[in-house]
């Protein structure tokens, strides 16, 4: 397999989410993990990720279903 970048708008249509969405997630990731190479390859202006770093980049913004469940509980 090719490795190839990656954009917000290729992670946001693997996904099925909006683009803005995804930079939401990867923004918030990032603040937790301000040292973490895989979040911090820019191109100019422009984020993206290595497709063979998918799978890490997925784990990284990822949570489980009861984890969502208290975050929402915690906001309201």
Known sequence: MEDK???YKDLAKIF???????????YKVKKKEPNNPILNNYMGDSWF???SDMK????????LKSEK???VNITT
């Open 69 to 71: 469940t208290e975050e």
């Open 49 to 51: 990720c290595w497709s």
């Open 5 to 7: 970048p990656m954009y």
């Open 56 to 63: 890490e980049v997925i784990s990284l913004c990822s949570k």
């Open 16 to 26: 099925g989410k909006h683009e803005r969405t995804i930079q939401r997630e990867i």
